[in-house]
């Protein structure tokens, strides 16, 4: 299965720790995308790259959250002084440029931050 | 107004009924439409793109109203394996997701 792949599938830690998780894409997407969902809510936009150029960063999105995309294949996104609020499931999901292609999405990370 | 917009549900419908979900976009630009299927706890998975014109995926009829600025999806015969919630997306560059209608299929 070449599916999108993210890990890890679920992550506890202490309010103040940073963390990073990982998302590989379909090998031949050149689009990546991350987005946070919590209960009773869609997938809230992130950010997204195309190849290794970041295009866009929700404006919601706080200085705390970085992601990258170094050589256009897998993604990371780090998460610095973790909040309580940033518990919430991490969804990778990739695309293919082509017009009208859709999302495919990883299984998720679970981020809890006690 | 939000970016996209979907009534919240949920939707309690009998086996075998048909239910339709209506969503709005702001953004008369946007190019690409979809929806998607969401599992308790799991990630969303694509049920089908929506193509100007109509589509229909077996039980389920996509339809796009670009004047209107909303998307549709019909479900007929509802089947208990429908209960999820159905999430429309919409794309101009980066897409963007509605919060999703729940649907319960009750028997």
């Known amino acids: 299965d070449t599916g999108v792949s993210q890990n890890p599938r679920h992550k506890i830690t202490k309010r103040g720790q940073n963390v990073t998780f990982r998302c590989d894409p379909i090998s031949e997407h050149n689009r990546l995308y991350w987005y946070r969902q919590t209960l009773g809510q869609g997938p809230e936009f992130l950010t997204y790259f195309q190849n290794e150029a970041q295009l866009e960063k929700s404006r919601l999105l706080s200085d705390r959250f970085s992601a990258e995309r170094p050589k256009g294949s897998f993604s990371t996104l780090e998460i610095q002084r973790t909040e309580q609020g940033d518990s919430a499931m991490y969804l990778c999901a990739s695309s293919s440029g082509v017009h009208n292609s859709p999302l495919h999405f990883g299984n998720g990370t679970r981020l809890t931050v006690t | ?107």
């Open chain 2, 1 to 107: 107004r939000k970016e996209v917009e979907q009534d919240p549900g949920p939707f309690n419908v009998p086996e075998g009924a048909t239910v339709a979900f209506n969503c709005t976009y702001s953004n008369s630009a946007s190019q690409s439409f979809f929806w998607y299927r969401q599992d308790c706890r799991k990630e969303p998975k694509l049920l089908m793109s929506v193509y100007s014109s109509g589509n229909e995926d077996g039980r389920f009829t996509a339809q796009l109203n670009r004047a209107s600025q909303y998307i549709s999806l019909l479900i007929r015969d509802s089947k208990l394996s429908d209960s999820a919630t159905y999430l429309c997306a919409v794309r101009d560059d980066k897409i963007i997701f509605g919060k999703g209608t729940r649907l319960h299929i009750l028997p």
